[in-house]
């Protein structure tokens, strides 16, 4: 099951709470093809980082020789070798644009341009830079696991932090406090009677 359908019962994204009984705490986010292996690195963990790292190779070498292929259509229609050199260096631009935002995202949060529907072009042009960007990236780590994994240690502190605050059954101190103000104020009435006498 991927990442964007998960049952309204699962874990909440983004190392947040879930508002179960049963849960110590945050729970760490999913990430695409590793679900949350990434945490201890286990579960098959070191053969998914080299499936990714050997999936995404192949696909960009599948997109090269399909650009490539292109590339001859171009030539054999004879338009120029300054319209092939444009698209040659359009490509490459767009190729190092899109593995810079997916290297970005990988890593930390990706930037605002992003949301811009020209940007999403550019990116999609240059879908071999994003396959280059995820092999390298699943070389050292799974692809997103550092932003991942601060924002899981980042809600691990603030749970613990939270709950080192809190001082036993806070429904208990709440009905502490009522008890507390009932026998004040009849103890209050007590005195005033006795005086009264």
């Known amino acids: 099951m991927s990442d964007q359908h998960r049952?309204?019962?699962?874990p909440e994204p983004g190392g947040r709470e879930s508002g179960g009984a049963g849960h110590g705490g945050p729970e760490p986010a999913p990430i695409r093809f590793f679900g949350t292996t990434w945490v201890r690195r286990d579960g098959g963990?070191?053969?998914?980082?080299?499936?990714?790292?050997?999936?995404?190779?192949?696909?960009?070498?599948a997109g090269a020789a399909l650009l490539r292929f292109a590339f001859q259509g171009l030539e054999i229609a004879a338009v120029g070798s300054f319209v092939g050199t444009l698209v040659v260096v359009g490509?490459?631009?767009c190729s190092a644009l899109a593995f810079r935002h997916t290297w970005a995202g990988l890593t930390g949060r990706p930037g605002p341009s992003a949301a811009e529907g020209s940007g999403q072009g550019l990116l999609f042009i240059g879908f071999v830079g994003s396959l280059l960007a995820y092999f390298c990236r699943s070389l050292v780590e799974a692809p997103g696991e550092q932003r991942h994994r601060a924002e899981y240690e980042a809600a691990r502190e603030r749970y613990e932090r939270r709950r080192g605050t809190r001082t036993g059954n806070p429904a208990a101190r709440k009905a502490g406090a009522k008890t507390g103000a009932k026998t004040g104020a009849k103890t209050g009435a007590k005195t005033g009677a006795k005086k009264r006498r």
């Open 7 to 10: 049952p309204a019962d699962g």
């Open 45 to 61: 963990y070191g053969l998914r980082r080299a499936g990714v790292a050997v999936g995404s190779l192949v696909l960009a070498a």
């Open 91 to 93: 490509f490459a631009v």
